[in-house]
């Protein structure tokens, strides 16, 4: 069975860093036809992609984030994790981990039920 | 950034009822196309990759069809439980964007 949790603060404060986990199961972090990407959706808005990991640590990241987005993964403990560092009330939303399918074209087909994240001022 | 534009933002249909949503990209994104579907508080979920592939279990009133710049998503027969937000998005280069998404309601 395949399944994606994310897990991190629910209330955090601006200028703050965030740091999510996500950790996978029914699957390997270190296998070439599956990588981790985090979406996120602030409320009542669009979804919003962030950054993805791959096996062999291939990484991209939003461009309008990068400066602030850092994606990394812990293979043995089947966890990947994504810190936004220098938080304001615009990083409020709901943070997804997704499995991302990298056979061919790449798709989402397994996704966390979201961490919700609020920004206080 | 590739922008993906969707029409309708929203419409409502009844069940029985063929609803199509399409999806336009400002540049051409061969068939790096996906289709998810999301209800209030959950998580989306793949529908479609590919342009046209159903994903597994997903039932056959889903279909999708295009190529290059212009995509559409077709429902054949609206189910109740279809209702919810349908979102695009492309795979052809990082960072991999999502549409607007297209709010479906049920009569």
């Known amino acids: 069975q395949i399944t994606l949790k994310e897990s991190g603060p629910v209330l955090i404060k601006a200028t703050e860093t965030l740091t999510l986990t996500c950790t996978v199961s029914g699957f390997s972090l270190s296998d070439p036809r599956f990588g981790v990407t985090w979406i996120r959706q602030p409320p009542g808005k669009p979804l919003e992609w962030l950054a993805h990991?791959?096996?062999?640590?291939?990484?991209s990241y939003t461009p309008s984030l990068r400066s602030r987005l850092t994606i990394s993964k812990d293979t043995s403990k089947s966890q990947a994790v994504l810190t936004l560092t220098n938080l304001g009330p615009a990083d409020t939303g709901t943070y997804f981990c997704?499995?991302?399918?990298?056979?061919?074209?790449?798709?989402?087909?397994?996704w966390g039920q979201g961490n919700l994240v609020t920004v206080s001022s | 950034d590739i922008q993906l534009t969707q029409s309708p933002s929203s419409l409502s249909a009844s069940v029985g009822d063929r609803v199509t949503i399409t999806c336009r990209a400002s540049q051409t994104i061969s068939r790096y196309l996906n289709w998810y579907h999301q209800t209030p508080g959950s998580a989306p979920k793949l529908l479609i990759y590919?342009?046209?592939t159903l994903q597994d279990g997903v039932p056959s009133r889903f279909s999708g069809s295009g190529s290059a710049t212009d995509f559409s998503l077709t429902i054949s027969s609206l189910q109740p439980e279809d209702f919810g937000i349908y979102y695009c998005?492309?795979?052809?280069?990082?960072?991999?964007?999502f549409g607007q998404g297209t709010k479906v309601h049920i009569k």
């Open positions: 590919a342009v046209s």
């Open positions: 990991i791959f096996s062999k640590d291939e990484k």
């Open positions: 997704a499995r991302t399918r990298h056979s061919g074209y790449d798709r989402f087909d397994y």
């Open positions: 998005q492309q795979t052809y280069t990082t960072p991999q964007t």
